[in-house]
T-cell receptor, first 115, second 115 residues
Framework: AQSVTQLDSHVSVSEGTPVLLRCNYS??????LFWYVQHPNKGLQLLLKYTSAATLVKGINGFEAEFKKSETSFHLTKPSAHMSDAAEYFC?????????????FGKGTKLSVKP | EAQVTQNPRYLITVTGKKLTVTCSQNMNHEYMSWYRQDPGLGLRQIYY???????DKGDVPEGYKVSRKEKRNFPLILESPSPNQTSLYFCASTKLAGVKLSEQYFGPGTRLTVT
């Protein structure tokens, strides 16, 4: 069965420093993978998605993620954090049973950005 | 404007009183889904629908019902709500690209409290 693990529940960085949010997945096939962001009291917005076209995926707001099959990882990075990046981030993988409709969300990583 | 709408946005109810949360999208998307979000657990999928009259259980379907009689609407029904269904609920929709999902568009959320 597919699963996704976000390795940190909370990450704190200073403004202007790099961001790394870690995600490992478990899948019996090469999956699609997504990162979503949720700002406080808001709905979810897609940051980026991997669909096997390229291993390095660029998303919105300067975020990117690299799919590494050998490490079963899809970590999210940004070179320089901004105060507006403070939010909760979710790594998502389609679930099991061969159905792409069943989506599995990680438990989320809350990113804090200090001035 | 392309959007997913949910109603009501906030609801306080009592144990056992049937309720329906509506979800509607204006993007002609085939796929719709319901999630609940609880602190420390991320989002968990309740039910999803790949098209009209086609629904499937997600990871936490117990205590919920759905129907998909029209493409644009996907109501979530709690026949006999219980306090453990107190949560933040999100509806989402997306188009299907073959059997793969594209970006999901999320509604603003419905905060439900069952006393």
């Amino acid at each position: 069965a597919q699963s996704v693990t976000q390795l940190d529940s909370h990450v704190s960085v200073s403004e202007g420093t790099p961001v790394l949010l870690r995600c490992n997945y478990s899948s019996s096939y090469s999956p699609s993978l997504f990162w979503y962001v949720q700002h406080p009291n808001k709905g979810l917005q897609l940051l980026l998605k991997y669909t096997s076209a390229a291993t390095l995926v660029k998303g919105i707001n300067g975020f990117e993620a690299e799919f590494k099959k050998s490490e079963t990882s899809f970590h999210l990075t940004k070179p320089s954090a901004h105060m507006s990046d403070a939010a909760e981030y979710f790594c998502v993988v389609p679930g099991g049973g061969g159905s792409q409709g069943n989506l599995i969300f990680g438990k989320g990583t809350k990113l804090s950005v200090k001035p | 404007e392309a959007q997913v709408t949910q109603n009501p946005r906030y609801l306080i109810t009592v144990t056992g009183k049937k309720l329906t949360v509506t979800c509607s999208q204006n993007m002609n998307h085939e796929y719709m889904s319901w999630y609940r979000q609880d602190p420390g657990l991320g989002l968990r999928q309740i039910y999803y629908s790949m098209n009209v009259e086609v629904t499937d259980k997600g990871d936490v379907p117990e205590g919920y019902k759905v129907s998909r009689k029209e493409k644009r609407n996907f109501p979530l029904i709690l026949e006999s709500p219980s306090p453990n269904q107190t949560s933040l609920y999100f509806c989402a929709s997306t188009k299907l690209a073959g059997v793969k999902l594209s970006e999901q568009y999320f509604g603003p959320g419905t905060r439900l409290t069952v006393t």
